[in-house]
């Protein structure tokens, strides 16, 4: 089961994975798209925005090299071509 929560006020996307037992739930994070034109994207990691951190990510990452956190990567961004 897949949650996605959205938290205006931090502007951070999470989606929320529940397995069976507690335990076997994990958040990963929605890496944070900077549009610069043509269809080119740079991304970065919402957490470390948020503490001031202009961390650029690999699209695909696994993990956020930096704090560490789950990284979830939605479809794929396109420019409509
Ligand atoms: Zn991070």
Known sequence: MIMTEDSSNMHIRAVVSRGEKSYQSSIRVVPVAHDYGDGYYKYSCPICGH??????????????????????????QSNGV
């Open 51 to 76: 503490f001031g951190l202009r961390l650029q990510l690999t699209n695909g990452e696994e993990r956020c090299p930096c704090c560490g956190v789950n990284l979830y990567w939605d479809k794929p």
